[in-house]
Structure formats: C-alpha cells, structure tokens
C-alpha cells in the first residue's frame, strides 16, 4: 500500500487501508456495521469488526440457553421407567437376534435329490456315486431311474 501511494499523506493511506478491509470482510452485517462506524484507520476497524463479530456469536448462543428446572421425587419415577423400558427393550432385541439365528424351515419341503421331506438339496446328507454302467452321474430327481 506505502509504495503504490506514496505521495499520498499518511491519513489518506490510512484511510484507504481501511477502506480495503472492510471492503473484503465476508459477513454482510459485519462490514455493514464496520462501514457506518467510519474508521479512519486500519487498526480502528480491525478491533470495531472483532468485537461486533464476538458480540454477535455471544448472542446467537444466548438465544438458545433454556433454563432447567428440577422437580423432587419425579426424577426417580422417570428413571424406573427408563430402566424397565430399556429392559423391555433389550429382551426384544435378544429374541429378535436369537430368532434369526435359528432358521425357521417350512417342514413341507421335499428335496429333488432324495425326495425326503423337511430339507431342500443344498442341505441332503445323500451322496449319489455313478452307475459301472455309464459311468454317469445322475441329474437331479434321477434317483428313481437308477433306484430300480
């Protein structure tokens, strides 16, 4: 700034100093605010812009304090209440977890490789071996043809 002005006098440097800050503070109320005060030089603005930028951040919190009042007796209800909800809770979430470790099968299923009820294919414990014949591994729901 010193050397793109300088045969401007000081005050005018100092002004236009100021001038450049306010223009490049980001928050439009902030530099509103910092504009009508009318700073004469860079220092001045600097420290009117910080405190109406700590003032307004005060009081933005200020509006959300709420104050708290404590009844006697009612707490220790509340508390029962939370302690026997969370139990419930906690059962249910147990027979829930259980419930899907155990799977539920349908005991109407019949499996297409042996053709016994209550397990599909995935599950059968019988093992076909190939016929000395041909030498061929039956398809599946062949063991009848190959049963006789």
Same mark, same amino acid.
């Given at each position: 700034?010193?050397?793109?002005?300088?045969e401007c006098?000081?005050?005018?440097r100092?002004s236009l100093?100021?001038?450049?800050?306010?223009?490049?503070?980001?928050d439009?109320?902030t530099?509103?605010a910092t504009?009508l005060m009318?700073?004469?030089?860079?220092k001045?603005?600097?420290a009117y812009?910080?405190?109406?930028?700590?003032?307004?951040?005060?009081?933005k919190?200020?509006?959300?304090v709420?104050?708290?009042?404590?009844?006697?007796?009612t707490g220790?209800?509340?508390d029962e209440?939370?302690d026997?909800?969370?139990?419930?809770?906690?059962?249910?979430?147990n027979?829930?977890?259980?419930?899907?470790?155990? @799977?539920? #099968?349908?005991? =109407?299923v019949?499996?297409?490789?042996?053709? %016994?009820k209550?397990?599909? *294919?995935?599950?059968?414990?019988?093992?076909?071996? @190939?016929t #000395?014949?041909? =030498?061929v591994?039956p398809?599946?729901?062949? %063991?009848?043809?190959?049963? *006789?």
């Amino acid at each position: 700034m010193s050397l793109a002005y300088a045969e401007c006098p000081q005050d005018v440097r100092d002004s236009l100093e100021a001038q450049y800050f306010v223009d490049a503070v980001r928050d439009e109320d902030t530099q509103h605010a910092t504009r009508l005060m009318d700073a004469k030089d860079l220092k001045s603005a600097l420290a009117y812009s910080m405190k109406y930028e700590s003032a307004k951040t005060v009081s933005k919190t200020s509006r959300n304090v709420r104050s708290i009042e404590i009844e006697d007796g009612t707490g220790k209800e509340k508390d029962e209440k939370f302690d026997c909800l969370l139990k419930t809770l906690e059962k249910l979430l147990n027979s829930h977890v259980a419930g899907k470790k155990t @799977p539920q #099968r349908n005991p =109407n299923v019949t499996c297409w490789k042996c053709n %016994k009820k209550e397990h599909v *294919q995935r599950d059968c414990q019988t093992r076909f071996r @190939p016929t #000395r014949k041909t =030498n061929v591994w039956p398809s599946y729901g062949a %063991k009848a043809a190959f049963s *006789q």
